[in-house]
């Protein structure tokens, strides 16, 4: 689990498969069970507020969800003064992502280099089945990986979201990002950058 603080009043937390094993959800598709099981969203406010001083008591919330497998879920929590009545006290946002494109920042170029090397390491997973286009910019001092033509049906897809999330960070509707990479980043490795990488860099 990973927890970002984006401002005083919001942060994001991804949440891995390991982590989402902690939810009993043998009947309920991932979401809901996260949703429904109110000790987990206990526990995780008290991690944040342990963690990156993220304090609640007292705030409403707008909880933001978006899922990018059954295995993979990020939340976006938004806390606001008592005093807005415009505002309920708890929004569920939920959206599944079936977009066959991401992007994702990577601080350096050996931070994507150890992802690649630890994916290599998974045998029961081939990151070709997830997508064969993984191409790796530089812009502004930081390496992201564009992945185009993502395999959504891809079986244990969430091992790859999992474990990428441990190296780098998503960034959420890339569209416009992604023609800025194209127009003013400098291509380091075309298409098959993870497959490169693992050949002459692990």
Known sequence: ????????????????????????????????????????????????KDE????????????????SSDDFVVFTITKYSLFDKKLPVVKRKISN?????????FETFEEFCNFCNCINKIKSFNYKTFSKNFSIYYYKNTYYLLIKNINNSCKNKGVFYALISEFSKPLYFSNVFENKLREYGK????????????????
């Open 1 to 48: 689990m990973k927890i970002e603080k984006l401002t005083e009043n919001k942060i994001r937390v991804i949440v891995n498969s390991s982590d989402l094993k902690l939810i009993n959800s043998t009947e309920t598709p991932i979401i809901s069970s996260t949703l429904d099981n109110h000790n987990f969203l206990f526990d995780l406010l008290k991690r944040a």
């Open 52 to 67: 990156v001083g993220f304090e609640t008591d007292g705030f409403k919330l707008l909880i933001e969800i978006i899922s």
């Open 97 to 105: 992502d079936s977009k066959t494109s991401s992007i994702y920042k």
């Open 187 to 202: 291509i380091i490795i075309r298409k098959n950058a993870i497959e490169k990488c693992i050949k002459y860099f692990s």
